[in-house]
């Protein structure tokens, strides 16, 4: 079993930054794909940000050059930089992870096992 925890949400006013924080324990944190979703409300929840266990990263379009995702395998944590936020940044922030971490970009819901219970980002114009 693996638990997540995130952490560093808030109100913030648009073009300020937020560091979100999600630490995992159980399992081997280092071997795993991890990955950042967000859910506004009346919407469905959608990719935001991956990490492979190689440290490679990718991103939905509409948050590239924006956020950054990075991990530190040695406080089994994962971390997503957000700069400049907008408005519509506006949800609830969760991470998850894929403890099969197969080949290939994981975008999905369905390829994560385990879930964070989510922070909440707010961000007023």
């Known amino acids: 079993q693996v638990q997540l925890v995130e952490s560093g949400g808030g109100l913030v006013q648009a073009g300020d930054s937020l560091r979100l924080s999600c630490v995992a324990s159980g399992g081997t944190f280092s071997r795993y794909d991890m990955g950042w979703f967000r859910q506004a409300p009346g919407k469905e929840r959608e990719f935001v940000a991956g990490?492979?266990?190689?440290?490679?990263?990718y991103y939905v379009a509409s948050v590239k050059g924006r956020f950054t995702i990075s991990r530190d395998n040695a406080k089994n944590t994962v971390y997503l930089q957000m700069n400049s936020l907008r408005p519509d940044d506006t949800a609830v922030y969760s991470c998850?992870?894929?403890?099969?971490?197969?080949?290939?970009?994981?975008?999905?819901?369905?390829?994560?096992?385990?879930w964070g219970r989510g922070t909440q980002v707010t961000v007023s114009s």
């Open positions: 998850a992870s894929d403890v099969t971490a197969t080949t290939g970009l994981h975008t999905s819901e369905s390829e994560y096992e385990y």
């Open positions: 990490i492979r266990w190689t440290h490679s990263t």
